[in-house]
């Protein structure tokens, strides 16, 4: 018989966002706790692709919305030990209805889309026990470290940013196709990301995982892993490490800096750069805190 711990040692030990433009971030983090079960979830809007930031909600993109709405889903779920993706399927399907009787545009190329990664994480048996429900590209790694790095959660805003450019700076041919594509995940045709159809919520990725302690996990979206998989600023194999001695927070600074000298204005194919956050999450040895 397995034995579940009654003292939870998941600890989350690091939160950062960081939008990269003048209008709020369309990343979310979020995390609830259940008696022994923690759950932590990252969100990446897809980029507004319309020619304003704010067309139906005065402070915030659609795709903020969409993200805001299903972390309070998925965060009411997770609450209540619930979690399941015909629940997940349900939750979309009343946040589909909401958002239809609010708009005033038609077609579906500027209905909001989101990538997520979802962890449940529990303890037994001495050993960490994780189910994780990924769609599209938001990335969870772990690693073995013991070097700590505590912080709270983190909005860093004193970074002066540029002005959000319309269509999130896609022009022409590029701008056609992701609209074309962004209809297509409407539909729920070739894509793994959550959308506003009810049936994306079965795009999930599913995998089970189990960990010794201790263990260092680090999810987030892929503003943050543009830092190992786009600027090659540091080996992926070094990320844990990394955010463990420095945090989130420096490896952001990092991106941004990078992008400041790098990157250039004109290249309307591409984001020039894009919201980043991430969560660092501990499995602590007994007698040991965070």
């Known amino acids: 018989m397995r034995k579940t711990q009654g003292k939870i040692m998941i600890r989350i030990t690091g939160w950062a966002e960081d939008a990269c433009s003048s209008i709020p ?14 759950t932590v979830w990252a969100i990446d809007g ?5 020619e304003a930031a704010f067309t139906t909600f005065p402070d915030k993109t659609d795709s ?25 399927a349900d939750a979309i399907a009343d946040i589909r209805h909401a958002y239809l009787t609010l708009v005033d545009k038609s ?14 994480m529990r303890e037994i048996d001495d050993r960490l026990e994780i189910s994780l ?7 969870f790694m772990w690693g073995t470290t013991q070097l700590k790095h505590n912080h709270t959660r983190t909005q860093l805003s004193s970074r002066s940013r540029s002005a959000w450019k319309a269509c999130s700076g896609f022009r022409g041919k590029r701008l056609e196709q992701l ?6 995940q ?7 990301a959550l959308s506003l159809n009810p049936k994306s919520a079965f795009n999930c990725v599913e995998t089970n995982l189990n960990f010794d302690r201790p263990t260092t996990l680090l999810l987030g979206t892929d503003g943050l892993a543009r830092a190992w998989q786009r600027y090659a600023l540091l080996p992926e194999c070094e990320v844990i490490d990394f955010v463990a001695h420095y945090g989130i927070s420096e490896l952001i600074d990092r991106i941004r ?11 309307f194919t591409e984001k020039r750069a894009d919201d980043a956050a991430g969560m660092r999450i501990c499995f602590v040895p007994h007698g040991k805190s965070t």
């Open 186 to 192: 409407q539909r729920n045709e070739k894509t793994s």
């Open 257 to 267: 800096e990078y992008e400041a000298d790098h990157l250039g204005e004109d290249d």
């Open 25 to 38: 971030s369309e990343d979310v983090l979020g995390s609830a706790l259940h008696e022994n079960k923690l």
């Open 46 to 50: 897809g980029s507004t692709l319309t």
């Open 179 to 184: 609209r074309k594509r962004r209809e297509e």
């Open 133 to 139: 429900h990924s769609f599209a590209d938001c990335f």
């Open 107 to 120: 077609g579906r190329w500027f209905h909001p889309v989101a990538a997520c990664v979802i962890a449940e």
């Open 64 to 88: 903020r919305w969409f993200a805001d709405e299903l972390s309070r889903r998925i965060s009411m779920m997770a609450a209540e030990g619930s979690f399941a993706l015909p629940l997940l």
